[in-house]
């Protein structure tokens, strides 16, 4: 069974930096991108950051460019985004998402596989 693990958020002051991490089980993410996505209470999910198949190509929603790095490393068979400069706004739950293709998609249902969230909270 595909699996999708997030780890990493936690409850940080703004300005700080933090690392999830997304390790995936039950098939290989080479050749397929992948991506991350957030969702805050009462607002829709939205699409963060994603890395093509080949790892070459990466894109960001604008609220995030220049602050986070989205980076794959197929042979831990995990997605990594590095989040520096955080602001309260960039508090919700962030989900690692796979999509069955090789370019990256920002919408919800362009993913195949997702996980289950991890919490990061940024305090002012």
């Known amino acids: 069974q595909v699996r999708l693990a997030e780890s990493g958020g936690r409850l940080v002051q703004a300005g700080n930096s933090l690392r999830l991490s997304c390790a995936a089980s039950?098939?290989?993410?080479?050749?397929?991108?992948m991506g991350w996505f957030r969702q805050a209470p009462g607002k829709e999910r939205e699409f963060v950051a994603g890395i093509s198949g080949g790892g070459v190509t990466r894109y960001y929603a604008d609220s995030v460019k220049g602050r986070f790095t989205i980076a794959r490393d197929n042979a831990k068979n995990s997605v990594y985004l590095q989040m520096n400069s955080l602001k309260p706004e960039d508090t919700a739950v962030y989900y690692c998402?796979?999509?069955?293709?090789?370019?990256?998609?920002?919408?919800?249902?362009?993913?195949?596989?997702w996980g289950q969230g991890t919490q990061v909270t940024v305090s002012s």
């Open positions: 998402a796979l999509r069955a293709r090789s370019n990256i998609r920002s919408g919800e249902n362009d993913y195949d596989y």
């Open positions: 039950g098939r290989t993410i080479v050749g397929v991108a």
